[in-house]
């Protein structure tokens, strides 16, 4: 079994559509949640970063960390073309600037217009 | 402000042949971590560095596989005698040391694809 696990997609939905993306992970040692948007043949850049259960808000990204349940969420509203990208989740134990991270596979996500 | 910078972006090799993958960390950066991306599939941490010093190289093919980052110049991610399953992408990320400002964040290059022929 793989620590985190994530849908791979490819998830497609209309332009301003409500998007969810979500995985799971197995050690609950797991103390510090990133997720991630890579354009192809880009690097990935970060998008959110929280280190505790609730909801963390950006602009139109919403990250959702449950750790009772070992689950995260982003939510993505008011979705644009521009948002097509692949969208890893990440994780990581310990302290701060410690960056050894366990990626989620990715969810290939296309917005159409 | 340049970013991480990784070179080169496109590399072919031939199995047996080797492979280098350099990587200048962003200013003011002196942390510096290699991932590699097997094709759909997410990043895997192969190695953590800092000048002169390798923190963590858990993640590292026991053999075929070294890294360094010397006192003076880029971080070098090195691959002896490539085969085919090398066939990737290898990404680089720098961050802050550790206790100052945005040291939680980790900021990746742009890659470089290794194809092995």
């Known amino acids: 079994q793989k620590e985190v696990e994530q849908d791979p997609g490819p998830l497609s939905v209309p332009e301003g559509a409500i998007v969810s993306l979500n995985c799971t992970y197995s050690?609950?040692?797991?103390?510090?949640f990133m997720w991630y948007r890579q354009y192809s043949r880009k690097g990935p850049e970060l998008l959110m970063y929280t280190y505790s259960s609730g909801n963390k808000e950006d602009g139109r990204f919403t990250a959702q960390v449950d750790k009772s349940s070992k689950y995260i969420s982003l939510f993505i509203r008011d979705s644009q073309p521009s948002d097509s990208a692949t969208y890893l989740c990440?994780?990581?134990?310990?302290?701060?600037?410690?960056?050894?991270?366990?990626f989620g596979q990715g969810t290939r996500l296309t917005i159409n217009p | 402000n340049a970013g991480v910078m990784q070179n080169p972006r496109h590399l072919v090799r031939r199995r047996g042949q080797e492979a280098r993958l350099r990587c200048s960390p962003m200013?003011?950066?002196?942390?510096v971590y290699w991932y590699r991306q097997l094709p759909e599939e997410g990043l895997k941490f192969m190695v953590y560095l800092q000048k002169e010093n390798i923190i963590d190289e858990s993640g590292m093919p026991k053999e075929r596989f070294s890294a360094e980052f010397p006192k003076e110049g880029p971080s070098i991610l090195r691959i002896q005698q490539v085969v085919r399953g090398d066939s990737a992408a290898y990404f680089c990320?720098?961050?802050?040391?550790?206790?100052?400002?945005?040291?939680?964040?980790?900021?990746f290059g742009e890659g470089s694809r290794l194809t092995v022929l």
């Open positions: 990440a994780m990581k134990k310990g302290v701060q600037g410690a960056q050894k991270l366990v």
């Open positions: 990320a720098s961050s802050p040391p550790p206790g100052t400002s945005g040291s939680g964040e980790l900021f």
């Open positions: 050690n609950s040692a797991f103390q510090y």
């Open positions: 200013k003011g950066h002196s942390h």
